[in-house]
């Protein structure tokens, strides 16, 4: 089983922050759902997401990173600093399809952001085929951010995929505590 899972302003299509390489809201049940979703899982991300991380990565999940220039474990040393673990494991665009492919024979898979690589997931057609389901924690806005992370490619899901609402609710927006947001997790899964 392969899933994509992303929490996204979708009126924007914003799911990050480039100035502080964060998510755009971080309500408890969203966070929550997350680490349901992700728990024992291989989760792939591109590298930004990886320095997202907190140091040390997020617990009971093998941790693979999408880059093209960490290719030895001296790059990755270098390149990824303080948040740099033993125990990660690198991959590079061209060997993501083959990587998911043998890897789902044994482990649920959980693609975990960041933008360029969801947008590469739903731009090609070969790694979309390999999704059994994405899933989208949905708000309408967020307060301004001065330089967004996007992923257009979010507008044309409900094009292409059929979709069900799994929960609704009101979560506290991090940025503003005494906000309340309405939010929507939708799976999206394929016609
Ligand atoms: N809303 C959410 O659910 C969610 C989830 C995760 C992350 N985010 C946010 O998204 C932002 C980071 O996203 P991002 O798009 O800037 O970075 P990203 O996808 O996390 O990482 C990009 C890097 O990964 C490699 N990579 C991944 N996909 C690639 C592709 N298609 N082509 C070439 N290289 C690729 C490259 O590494 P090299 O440069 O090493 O070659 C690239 O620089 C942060 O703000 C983060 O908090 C949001």
């Given amino acids: 089983m392969v899933n994509m899972i992303y ?3 979708y009126k924007e299509n914003i799911v990050g922050n480039r100035d502080t390489n964060d998510l755009v809201f971080n309500i408890r049940e969203d966070l929550q759902f997350f680490k349901e979703m992700t728990i024992g899982s291989t989760m792939i991300m591109g590298r930004k997401t990886f320095e997202s991380l907190p140091t040390g ?3 009971k ?4 990173i999408v880059s093209n220039k960490i290719k030895t474990t ?5 390149i990824l600093g303080e948040k740099y673990i033993e125990n990660l494991t690198f991959i590079n665009l061209d060997e993501l399809e083959e990587y998911i492919r043998e890897e789902s024979r044994v482990n649920k898979i959980s693609i ?4 360029m690589l969801y947008s590469h997931f739903l731009e090609d057609k070969n790694l979309f085929d390999l999704l059994s389901n994405i899933y989208a924690t949905e708000v309408e806005r967020i307060p301004h951010i001065e330089n ?4 257009e490619a979010h507008s044309e899901l409900r094009e292409k995929c059929d979709f069900e609402v799994i929960k609704i609710g009101q979560g506290k ?3 503003d505590d005494n906000n309340l947001v309405d939010y ?3 799976r999206y899964f394929k016609r």
């Fill in 7 to 9: 929490s996204i302003s």
């Fill in 61 to 64: 999940r093998k941790h693979v």
């Fill in 184 to 186: 929507k997790i939708v």
């Fill in 148 to 151: 967004p992370v996007k992923l």
């Fill in 112 to 115: 975990i952001g960041g933008a």
């Fill in 57 to 59: 990565g997020l617990p």
């Fill in 74 to 78: 001296k790059d990755a040393v270098e």
């Fill in 173 to 175: 927006d991090r940025l």
